[in-house]
Nanobody, 124 residues
């Protein structure tokens, strides 16, 4: 199983980025997908998650209204569209999966598979 996150980079405050998470070795449509982020010296925090069919989505308060999670099960890929980026969004972003939906953002310990991280840097 491999999850490959990509799309990070350097952007000015107010800008946008779209992260992708491409899966191989599993059928992503059987899994909940979540995005986490971790800034230096902080714990990994859940940012957003999406159910296996894409109908249910959750966001942390810090990104609600600015970030949009989506998925394309035909492409075995998930996305995180990030708009109105702030310097506080600077972090390494990770995608992760688990089988079971739960009506709250998961913690890192709840996830089964992890992708590599992709660095997002937002300059002021």
């Amino acid at each position: 199983v491999q999850l490959q996150a990509s799309g990070g980079g350097l952007v000015q405050a107010g800008g946008s980025l779209r992260l992708s998470c491409a899966a191989s070795g599993l059928a992503l449509d059987d899994y909940v997908i979540a995005w986490f982020r971790q800034a230096p010296g902080t714990e990994r925090e859940g940012v957003s998650c999406i159910s296996d069919n894409g109908f249910r989505k959750l966001y942390s308060d810090s990104v609600k209204g600015r970030f949009t999670i989506s998925r394309d099960n035909r492409k075995n890929t998930a996305y995180l569209q990030m708009n109105s980026l702030k310097p506080a969004d600077t972090a390494v972003y990770y995608c992760a999966t688990r089988r079971i939906w739960w009506p709250s953002l998961p913690s890192a310990r709840d996830m089964d598979y992890w992708g590599n991280g992709t660095l997002v840097t937002v300059s002021s």
